[in-house]
């Protein structure tokens, strides 16, 4: 095994597990949170941690990273974060799950018309499956579709793909750490939904220490540490073969919201299971590597 393809399995094997803890969003909004605070609950899981990131890394942006780091924690955070709580609570977990899941295939458009990589098919259509293997995982006879959860499932997936592709076009400044680089972002993002959040949502009447919890697994876990990891990935490997590893996330939601209801799972969604997580795998072995994956594979 060479060097290369050792770098490439350990940052895919690190990146893997931020979209499964990305996973547990829909349950710990559904169960610990108080209902009806999008853009609360989005700004507690930003602002603190981002915060405490800047104040860990003692580094700020310079020049135009300011700019970069609004734009990017508006697409990355600010906007997804409340649209993903969003189509939490008003769709079943298997209908959000599988609009989530067409993120890679966003990704991969994105990525021809923004970074000018060659469409690939192979990732395409493997895309395709890993939406289909979700889908029969996720949704039951019983899966109802609110309009609005719908509206913000597939907003929130446009959002974040664009965040992920601009991430790889622009990079990380030297001498920057991830930590440093998700702590802009997040901040960002914060500084965003402050004034939005306030007015519109205001302050839940009552938060337990269920909430607490949840606020700090969303914010330590759901965003301080697994946006160090991501944004470290994208940087380390080809953006719309990380994109594909996001298939993990809805797949940790089904698990959890299985595990929760003691459900066994039915015939059909471990065949949906087999079908995602094939796709998942075969999009991070494209044939015919291509000299901006080699590029990707030896950046440090």
């Not at 458009?109 to 395409?124: G, K």
């Not at 995602?276 to 494209?286: I, R």
Request: aromatic share 8%; net charge positive.
């Amino acid at each position: 095994m060479t060097p290369a393809i050792t770098h490439r399995m350990g940052w895919t094997a690190a990146a893997a597990t931020a979209p499964m803890i990305w996973g547990t969003t829909f349950i710990v909004t559904t169960q610990l949170l108080p209902p009806g605070h999008p853009l609360f609950s989005a700004l507690l899981r930003a602002l603190p941690a981002g915060l405490l990131a800047i104040l860990l890394a003692r580094q700020l942006p310079r020049g135009s990273w300011w700019w970069k780091s609004l734009v990017l924690g508006t697409l990355n955070m600010a906007a997804f974060f409340p649209l993903l709580f969003i189509a939490a609570q008003h769709l079943p977990g298997g209908i959000a799950a599988t609009l989530g899941a067409a993120q890679p295939l966003i990704v991969a458009i994105l990525a021809v018309a923004i970074l000018h990589e060659r469409l690939s098919l192979w990732r395409i259509s493997w895309g395709i499956a890993g939406v289909t293997g979700v889908a029969l995982v996720a949704l039951g006879p019983n899966a109802a579709a609110d309009p609005l959860g719908i509206a913000a499932g597939l907003c929130g997936a446009l959002s974040m793909g664009l965040g992920v592709v601009l991430t790889k076009r622009w990079g990380r400044p030297a001498h920057v750490s991830a930590l440093g680089f998700a702590g802009w972002q997040l901040t960002a993002a914060g500084l965003v939904l402050l004034v939005p959040a306030l007015a519109i949502d205001g302050v839940p009447a009552a938060i337990d220490a269920r909430a607490v919890v949840g606020y700090l697994w969303l914010g330590l876990l759901g965003g301080l540490l697994t946006y160090s990891v991501w944004f470290a990935a994208i940087r380390a490997l080809p953006v719309t073969a990380t994109a594909l590893l996001g298939i993990l996330s809805p797949l940790t939601a089904a698990f959890l919201g299985s595990l929760i209801a003691g459900e066994s799972l039915t015939a059909i969604q471990l065949v949906g299971f087999a079908v995602a997580l094939t796709a998942m795998v075969a999009g991070q072995l494209a044939p015919g590597r291509r000299k901006r994956a080699v590029s990707a594979l030896a950046t440090p």
